[in-house]
């Protein structure tokens, strides 16, 4: 006779093990290692939440020093490779097998690993694609995960930082999976409930709070005058001109810019309200003078923001906040809405080819994507009108009945010519070619797809892709506006004058910009220290960035 | 937009800490009086950076002159801290040296130097090592004259190495709270003593120990301002009024004040602690207190102000 309930039977007895460990549900930090030990078995599917921003770091390094004669063979599947103990376990044996999205601390160990072939890789994901995964193909047997406090039934506030949470236990806890969640306290009735307590097999009071990367904060201080005359071409000649009102930054200085030109570069140009109303974005506080100026709508947040939290509760018609007060983030959730409901997605990158595919790996440091390929492709499933969405349409279609067209989104790459150290951005070949074919890969590690990116900002202009005709248009309009760099150099330059003449390439003094004029006197801030102020002193920065 | 940068020479608006070293100049002195000396149109630039391959300046990253402050002459010295950090190569630490020993012959009023820098440039560490040493004698000399030799900080890149003990030997100096005064910086300490003793990426920590607040506090730092140019004029024209004489007595008083400082607070782990034994009641609020909070602090505890140094 067919067995229906094996997992399940399974799942029983590994709690059943675990019990003898806890108090209940409750389990102290000195019997993590004995608690894994029994509910794992080798070869289990595993998620280590290891997140964008926040980690479950007392259980990572219960599992790194687990037993590798006992627990061996892991498959990880985790978005976040992000504390050494996430790569410790595969130098141990204790895991064998990875599928994650992103690696950003650990990109150069992780590549170092591929190439020793010490990981067996499945794939770099998408944090959409992996999330979806959970559900067919990757769901985990056992979820390590973190919140900020727990009730005695394992009731779970997650904190500001809810971030991959719902979605692992959801998959876990619905598929005959265990779910152990580490929390920085145990209380007696948590402030909200983020994860019911009967999707939680135990709680682990952790030893000290889980770590979170304060990842989106950029210092206005360090901002330069060449991020600034990016931003205001990219206010001038795209924000305004699409007329953006939904839309995602990524997470770079040139973006930051941007934020803090609104009050006062946009502002002049009368895009108040026009623009940059909607957002799907993390709390970053560099938004804070715009959020003060009235520009900001709404945000919907992947994450939450060290230091942001108070200002958060005090603007909860800004932020989606619990009955508790404080923000409710979901990375899921604004994914989809970055990838559907926004029109625009800008970011940085460090390398971009001719033809305009974007990558972040070098052939030392594999980062990984995170969400930009999701909010930085236009989805092919989307059905609703906006005038952005249908100008860039309109901009883009070669051929076909125009009752037929459909809408674009508009995905921007923001750029300096050369990048950190003076290493140019524009490149003949992605260094990620290279590292695929080192290692093996399938699938080269390409963030951006060329057919997905729209427009290209540098300090040398704006090159809008969507009106390029054909493969050497499009090649020139990247050169035309790669400046120095060989890729720049080697243009044509009756061509790139063509493109000009065509509006395909517009440099600053075709917008109407005074490249002298993109001075520092422009950011709404111009330190931490001014976004303190601008928040009413409720932004709360962390000491790393502090200069005070 | 020209508008806009017409308001940002504005001294009453024009941060220090963002302006540049001619900004900063321009706005500091009464408008229009500054003479430039070695102009960048004379290109005295570095015979040194090109051997490394590194972009050299046409000012070599020190504006010298003299100007009318208030209808009085002084000499002014400004580092641009956005070239190699403000640090001291040949030509920079010689004008210097050279502006300070024209003192002695122009008998200005004041000599101000408005400090931004990391310290020596390590490509011409020689030439800048002996250009502190340098500059250091020369500002006994200025100062024996009965010139006052006032440092202004506030800058980016601090002032630091060379530059914090050249700071040391100025009649008074000026400090705002983005200012920063020591002698090895953040990184430098961390590298030799280890994170634990000093952990360079903790900026609160920097700011703690090193900035213009904790210096002002500990008498270091004679005056305190606002971060703009204004405030630094300002507190420059006041500090010029009350320069100490240069004689055995101030000497004296000052070897008596540092020695005294070590006894007080040698055992203390963190500037809090300082704080706290110099009376200051609730040290933690001070890195968060505004200017005019700060001043009403600093007023209340005794050793802010003195006749040494």
């Given at each position: ?58 259980l990572?390094?219960g599992?790194?020093?687990c ?10 599947v ?9 790569l ?42 992996l ?24 009731n779970?506030?997650?904190g ?118 909607h ?5 970053h ?79 030392s ?49 923001l ?60 090649e ?10 060989e ?46 102020h ?13 200069n005070? | ?55 050299r ?22 580092q ?19 502006l ?63 530059g ?20 090895s ?27 213009g ?21 300002r ?26 400082r ?18 200051v ?16 602090t ?12």
């Amino acid at each position: 006779m067919t067995e229906w309930r094996g997992e399940r039977q399974a799942r029983d007895a590994r709690i059943a093990a675990g019990r003898t460990f806890a108090e209940g549900k409750v389990v102290p930090a000195g019997a993590v290692v004995d608690l894994l030990e029994v509910i794992l078995r080798p070869g289990d599917r595993v998620c280590l939440e290891g997140d964008n921003q926040k980690q479950a770091d007392c259980l990572a390094r219960g599992l790194s020093a687990c037993d590798p004669a006992k627990i061996h063979d892991l498959h990880m599947v985790q978005s976040g490779i992000v504390l050494p103990e996430h790569l410790d376990v595969f130098e141990t044996g204790i895991a064998k097998r990875l599928d994650y999205s992103y690696s950003g601390p650990q990109g150069a160990r992780i590549a170092k690993m591929l190439y020793g072939g010490q990981i067996e890789l499945g794939a770099v994901h998408t944090y959409l694609e992996l999330f979806a995964r959970y559900f067919i193909d990757l769901t985990p047997n056992v979820a390590l995960i973190a919140g900020v406090s727990a009730d005695r039934n394992g009731n779970l506030y997650t904190g500001p930082n809810t971030e991959d949470t719902p979605t692992v236990v959801e998959a876990t806890a619905f598929k005959n999976g265990v779910v152990v969640a580490q929390v920085n306290q145990i209380v007696d009735r948590v402030p909200r409930v983020d994860i019911p307590g009967d999707r939680v097999d135990f709680v682990v009071e952790a030893d000290k709070p889980f770590y979170v990367e304060p990842l989106f904060t950029r210092d206005p201080a360090a901002m330069t005058e060449t991020q600034i005359l990016i931003a205001m071409m990219a206010i001038k000649g795209i924000y305004a001109e699409y007329g953006i009102r939904r839309l995602n930054h990524g997470i770079g200085f040139g973006t930051a810019a941007i934020e803090l030109l609104l009050p006062t570069y946009g502002e002049k140009l009368g895009l108040k309200g026009k623009i940059a109303t909607h957002w799907a974005l993390n709390p970053h506080p560099t938004l804070i003078p715009a959020i003060e100026s009235g520009w900001v709508k709404q945000v919907h947040c992947f994450g939450s923001e060290v230091g942001m939290d108070r200002y958060i509760r005090e603007r909860p018609d800004i932020f989606f906040t619990g009955a508790d007060g404080s923000l409710r983030s979901n990375r899921a959730f604004c994914q989809t809405a970055g990838l559907y409901a926004c029109d625009m997605f800008i970011g940085a990158t460090l390398q971009i080819d001719l033809m305009g595919h974007s990558s972040t790996v070098t052939q030392s440091r594999v980062a990984g994507f995170g969400g930009a390929p999701n909010m930085g492709s236009d989805p092919h499933g989307r059905r609703h009108p906006s005038d952005a969405w249908m100008k860039a349409g309109r901009e883009g279609q070669i051929v076909g009945d125009p009752a037929l067209m459909r809408g674009r989104k508009l995905v921007v790459q923001l750029v300096e010519t050369f990048g950190d150290k003076l290493v140019p951005t524009f490149v003949e070949k992605l260094d990620a070619l290279e590292l695929a074919r080192k290692i093996g890969l399938e699938l080269a590690p390409v963030m951006i797809y060329a057919d997905d990116v729209t427009h290209i900002v540098s300090e040398e202009g704006i090159a809008n892709l969507l009106l390029c005709r054909d493969a050497d248009e499009r090649e020139q309009a990247i050169r035309g506006v790669a400046g120095y760099t060989e890729v720049g150099r080697g243009r044509d330059r009756a061509k790139v004058e063509e493109l000009r003449a065509r509006g395909i390439i517009r440099r600053p003094e075709d917008l109407g910009i005074e490249p002298l004029d993109a001075d520092r006197a422009l950011l709404a801030a111009k330190s931490i220290k001014d976004l303190v102020h601008w928040s009413g002193g409720l932004y709360e920065p962390p000491a790393k960035f502090r200069n005070w | 937009m020209a508008g806009d940068r017409a308001a940002s020479i504005d001294p009453d608006a024009l941060s220090w800490y963002e302006a540049t070293a001619r900004q900063r100049v321009a706005a500091l002195a009464d408008p229009g009086s500054f003479q430039e000396f070695l102009p960048p149109t004379e290109r005295r630039m570095s015979p040194h950076l090109p051997l490394f391959d590194l972009p050299r300046a046409f000012d070599d990253g020190i504006v010298v002159g003299r100007a009318t402050l208030d209808g009085g002459p002084v000499l002014i010295a400004a580092q641009e801290g956005r070239f190699m950090g403000g640090a001291f190569g040949e030509i920079h630490g010689g004008k210097l040296v050279g502006l300070l020993r024209a003192a002695l012959d122009l008998k200005p009023k004041a000599v101000l130097i408005l400090f931004d820098t990391g310290g020596v440039r390590l490509q011409e560490a020689n030439a800048g090592e002996t250009a502190i040493a340098e500059t250091m004698r020369a500002i006994v000399e200025v100062r024996a004259a009965g010139i006052p030799v006032i440092g202004l900080i506030g800058g980016r890149a601090g002032c630091y190495g060379g530059g914090g003990l050249i700071a040391g030997t100025c009649s008074r100096l000026a400090v705002s709270e983005s200012g920063r005064i020591s002698v090895s910086g953040p990184e430098v300490i961390e590298t030799n003593k280890g994170a634990e003793e000093f952990d360079s990426r903790d900026r609160a920590l920097v700011w703690r120990t090193m900035g213009g607040k904790h210096r002002r506090l500990t008498g270091g730092a004679d005056a305190f301002c606002a971060d703009t140019v204004f405030a630094f004029r300002r507190a420059a024209l006041g500090l010029i009024g009350r320069a100490p004489a240069f004689d055995l007595a101030t000497l004296e008083a000052e070897q008596a004040r540092l020695e005294d400082r070590i006894a007080r607070f040698g055992d203390c782990r963190d500037a809090t602690d300082v704080w706290r034994r110099l009376g200051v009641n609730d040290p933690e609020t001070v890195p968060a207190m505004d200017t005019d909070a700060f001043e009403a602090t600093v007023a209340r505890v005794r050793e802010a102000d003195h006749d040494a140094r």
